[in-house]
């Protein structure tokens, strides 16, 4: 069975920061683009970040730049999503998409470009 599965969120104050897995099972990452998006409460899904499946491009969401990363490690098979200088606007449940529809240096930050999904972690930013 194809899953994705993220871990790492929780409660940090702001400031903070945490580092989101996104680990999948019953298949290999390499060759696949790896999206991570967000959705709080009452709002819509947004793109965070992305990368390519050789880990040669990636993107971000002009509200994380300076404060969040994106890595990969296929060895390990998981995505890793860094996030630094944590705000209460980053509070959100976080998921990660996978697809293998995609080129070596092509991703992109809108859920359309993805066909496999999490099911999501949260992240709660808060004094």
């Known amino acids: 069975q194809l899953q994705l599965v993220e871990s790492g969120g929780g409660l940090v104050q702001p400031g903070g920061s945490l580092r989101l897995s996104c680990a999948a099972s019953?298949?290999?990452?390499?060759?696949?683009?790896i999206g991570w998006f967000r959705q709080a409460p009452g709002k819509e899904r947004e793109g965070v970040s992305c990368?390519?499946?050789?880990?040669?491009?990636?993107m971000y969401a002009d509200s994380v730049k300076g404060r969040f990363t994106i890595s990969r490690d296929n060895a390990k098979n998981t995505v890793y999503l860094q996030m630094n200088s944590l705000k209460s606007e980053d509070t959100a449940v976080y998921y990660c998409?996978?697809?293998?529809?995609?080129?070596?240096?092509?991703?992109?930050?809108?859920?359309?470009?993805?066909?496999?999904w999490g099911q999501g972690t949260q992240v709660t930013v808060s004094s």
């Open positions: 990368v390519s499946s050789s880990g040669g491009r990636t």
């Open positions: 998409a996978a697809t293998s529809r995609t080129t070596q240096n092509m991703c992109a930050i809108n859920s359309w470009y993805y066909d496999d």
């Open positions: 019953g298949f290999s990452l390499d060759g696949t683009a």
